[in-house]
């Protein structure tokens, strides 16, 4: 059981900033990856990053050297840094666990509620 809870979204800027924060309570002893995925509107959605278990991050292309995902030292909180926001980047952000591979969405079985991130 996995409990994500999303917050710091807002409206920026272009080229301004934006911190993400991801709350993660977990009841089972498994190892769980995270992920960060967004959606904008009338699109589909899509990858943002993940953060593996042992520390591993991968990022889409997309936000390569944009974004950075980060664990705090009690592993209770992720975290997305986003750097030179652009309108493109508007969108829907949710953080996502998975007991699989972090490399197959479907894989990623909780979500959280989600933030609304707006670049102007």
């Known amino acids: 059981h996995v409990q994500l809870v999303e917050s710091g979204g807002g409206l920026v800027q272009a080229g301004g900033s934006l911190r993400l924060s991801c709350a993660v309570s977990v009841s089972s002893a498994n190892d769980y990856c995270l992920g960060w995925f967004r959606q904008a509107s009338g699109k589909e959605r899509e990858w943002v990053g993940s953060?593996?278990?042992?520390?591993?991050?991968n990022y889409a292309d997309s936000v390569k050297g944009l974004f950075t995902i980060a664990q705090d030292n009690g592993k209770n909180t992720v975290c997305l840094q986003m750097n030179s926001l652009r309108p493109e980047d508007t969108a829907m952000y949710y953080c996502a666990a998975t007991g699989g591979s972090w490399n197959l969405e479907q894989n990623y079985l909780y979500w959280g509620q989600g933030t609304q991130v707006t670049v102007s």
């Open positions: 953060l593996d278990s042992d520390g591993r991050i």
